[in-house]
């Protein structure tokens, strides 16, 4: 009955050798083209809940608390089922699997939007965060099976960019269905979302494809990663990922890295509304400025790490780690909205582009049978608890405190991302290159005098 979410036999008709390079052009284009889409619209149904917050709030009596309780169901079931989805992504055929998951996720979108009470929107949130959990291993296995590490930093930055396109469009289809049928009709909010992305699960299907192998070409070469093919998912699970130390050291980066994320993210239509006072369009903009400006900065770091950097990712995650850090008190002092709009713009450069190159460096240090799982993994330790911090943990301290405490969290987050990464190249530096330690420490130098000196002026001003 199921036996077509399996992988797909290898195809007993080879491509000649002659229509080898046209052919993988064909499919590289097809397999990009094709996660860019699913993804894309799992972020649809995803930053429905976030773009609805004012709503929520303001129609239904929702408080920050609550928004950031229901928010930490997702991140939780997220980040479970990224694992256990990964788990199975890596025995599954991940053309009809993202698409299954992203029909699932969208039903349970559509009956959130007819409910007021509040745990059966924690359940229902549940219910979307496992789904979800199916999309980004099934594109990231797709993307591994295909590129080569000559090609999986610029192929996966751009398909990365797919988060912001499809956060960035739920931003207009949230703002034109409030437009159109008013905010009080909430269930239209939530239903119009679900009814796309179910289309596009349908397109999604229809333009994947699974392997090499499965269309007659060979299989791609991956030069630095073995050889060995486990019989079941426990045995390459514990082999490949439980054994490697530097999967587990970007894991818990990842969660550090998710607080900067969703700290900013996850507040930034509710924050510059009550705390700021900007009309929904204005925070409509600016979120979809926060997404849309990742799209060609993601694209840019990914080639910086593939084509200038020789695939050193690290050094890059350093230099945005620290920017965030910098940018992260002007963000909150600002109060003009071209100003913020220019921050959140640098910010979603510097948060999306950290987060990609988390994942290559995973996909970089893993065999392609493990990479779904690996993927999973990392997952798992951002939203289960990267996510949650973000998402529960500010909003109940922003709820008794104020923003300021919110935004101490994410600085906080930013000189941990900092003091990892430093740790990660002098630790594995045979393995993740080398990098300049003495220019780094001048870097820092003037980076801890600047924000000393930031910290007095606004202490003294």
Request: net charge positive; hydrophobic share 50%.
């Given at each position: 009955?199921?036996?077509?979410?399996?992988?797909?036999?290898?195809?007993?008709?080879?491509?000649?050798?002659?229509?080898?390079?046209?052919?993988?052009?064909?499919?590289?284009?097809?397999?990009?083209?094709?996660?860019?889409?699913?993804?894309?619209?799992?972020?649809?149904?995803?930053?429905?809940?976030?773009?609805?917050?004012?709503?929520?709030?303001?129609?239904?009596?929702?408080?920050?608390?609550?928004?950031?309780?229901?928010?930490?169901?997702?991140?939780?079931?997220?980040?479970?089922?990224?694992?256990?989805?990964?788990?199975?992504?890596?025995?599954?055929?991940?053309?009809?699997?993202?698409?299954?998951?992203?029909?699932?996720?969208?039903?349970?979108?559509?009956?959130?939007?007819?409910?007021?009470?509040?745990?059966?929107?924690?359940?229902?949130?549940?219910?979307?965060?496992?789904?979800?959990?199916?999309?980004?291993?099934?594109?990231?296995?797709?993307?591994?099976?295909?590129?080569?590490?000559?090609?999986?930093?610029?192929?996966?930055?751009?398909?990365?960019?797919?988060?912001?396109?499809?956060?960035?469009?739920?931003?207009?289809?949230?703002?034109?269905?409030?437009?159109?049928?008013?905010?009080?009709?909430?269930?239209?909010?939530?239903?119009?979302?679900?009814?796309?992305?179910?289309?596009?699960?349908?397109?999604?299907?229809?333009?994947?494809?699974?392997?090499?192998?499965?269309?007659?070409?060979?299989?791609?070469?991956?030069?630095?990663?073995?050889?060995?093919?486990?019989?079941?998912?426990?045995?390459?699970?514990?082999?490949?990922?439980?054994?490697?130390?530097?999967?587990?050291?970007?894991?818990?980066?990842?969660?550090?890295?998710?607080?900067?994320?969703?700290?900013?993210?996850?507040?930034?239509?509710?924050?510059?509304?009550?705390?700021?006072?900007?009309?929904?369009?204005?925070?409509?903009?600016?979120?979809?400025?926060?997404?849309?400006?990742?799209?060609?900065?993601?694209?840019?770091?990914?080639?910086?790490?593939?084509?200038?950097?020789?695939?050193?990712?690290?050094?890059?995650?350093?230099?945005?780690?620290?920017?965030?850090?910098?940018?992260?008190?002007?963000?909150?002092?600002?109060?003009?909205?071209?100003?913020?709009?220019?921050?959140?713009?640098?910010?979603?450069?510097?948060?999306?582009?950290?987060?990609?190159?988390?994942?290559?460096?995973?996909?970089?240090?893993?065999?392609?049978?493990?990479?779904?799982?690996?993927?999973?993994?990392?997952?798992?330790?951002?939203?289960?608890?990267?996510?949650?911090?973000?998402?529960?943990?500010?909003?109940?301290?922003?709820?008794?405190?104020?923003?300021?405490?919110?935004?101490?969290?994410?600085?906080?987050s930013s000189i941990v991302c900092?003091?990892?990464?430093?740790?990660?190249?002098?630790?594995?530096?045979?393995?993740?290159?080398?990098?300049?330690?003495?220019a780094g420490k001048v870097f820092?130098?003037?980076?801890?005098?600047?924000?000393?000196?930031?910290?007095?002026?606004?202490?003294?001003?």
């Amino acid at each position: 009955m199921i036996n077509w979410l399996l992988p797909s036999a290898p195809s007993d008709k080879l491509v000649p050798k002659e229509q080898m390079h046209g052919a993988f052009i064909k499919y590289r284009t097809r397999i990009l083209v094709s996660t860019i889409l699913a993804y894309a619209s799992y972020y649809i149904v995803k930053s429905n809940f976030t773009l609805s917050s004012p709503y929520l709030t303001k129609n239904v009596g929702l408080t920050t608390a609550d928004i950031g309780l229901v928010l930490s169901a997702l991140a939780i079931s997220y980040g479970i089922g990224k694992f256990v989805m990964g788990l199975l992504a890596d025995r599954l055929n991940p053309r009809y699997f993202v698409g299954v998951g992203l029909i699932l996720s969208a039903i349970f979108n559509t009956f959130f939007g007819y409910t007021r009470s509040l745990w059966v929107m924690i359940l229902l949130m549940i219910g979307i965060g496992v789904t979800q959990g199916i999309g980004a291993p099934c594109c990231q296995k797709s993307l591994a099976t295909w590129f080569d590490e000559h090609q999986l930093g610029t192929a996966t930055s751009t398909w990365n960019t797919s988060h912001n396109i499809g956060s960035g469009t739920a931003s207009l289809i949230v703002a034109g269905t409030v437009g159109a049928f008013g905010a009080a009709n909430i269930h239209s909010i939530f239903l119009i979302p679900s009814l796309i992305s179910v289309v596009m699960a349908l397109i999604v299907m229809a333009l994947g494809v699974d392997t090499p192998e499965s269309v007659g070409l060979p299989k791609v070469n991956k030069s630095k990663q073995k050889n060995i093919k486990h019989k079941t998912s426990w045995g390459a699970f514990r082999d490949n990922i439980m054994k490697n130390p530097i999967v587990w050291a970007l894991c818990i980066m990842n969660a550090f890295s998710y607080i900067l994320r969703y700290g900013i993210e996850n507040w930034i239509p509710i924050y510059l509304s009550t705390s700021k006072g900007f009309s929904s369009v204005a925070t409509n903009s600016a979120f979809t400025i926060f997404e849309y400006a990742a799209i060609p900065g993601t694209i840019l770091l990914g080639l910086l790490s593939d084509k200038l950097l020789k695939g050193r990712r690290v050094p890059i995650m350093l230099v945005t780690s620290s920017i965030i850090l910098v940018l992260i008190p002007f963000y909150a002092l600002a109060q003009n909205i071209v100003i913020i709009d220019i921050i959140l713009g640098i910010l979603g450069i510097c948060i999306y582009g950290q987060q990609v190159l988390i994942g290559i460096v995973i996909m970089d240090a893993l065999p392609v049978e493990s990479i779904a799982s690996g993927i999973g993994l990392s997952g798992f330790f951002g939203y289960a608890f990267g996510e949650v911090i973000a998402s529960y943990g500010i909003g109940s301290i922003v709820g008794k405190t104020s923003w300021n405490a919110g935004f101490g969290i994410v600085a906080v987050s930013s000189i941990v991302c900092i003091i990892f990464f430093i740790f990660l190249l002098k630790k594995y530096h045979n393995t993740l290159y080398n990098f300049n330690f003495e220019a780094g420490k001048v870097f820092y130098y003037f980076l801890a005098s600047f924000l000393f000196r930031l910290f007095v002026h606004l202490n003294y001003s």
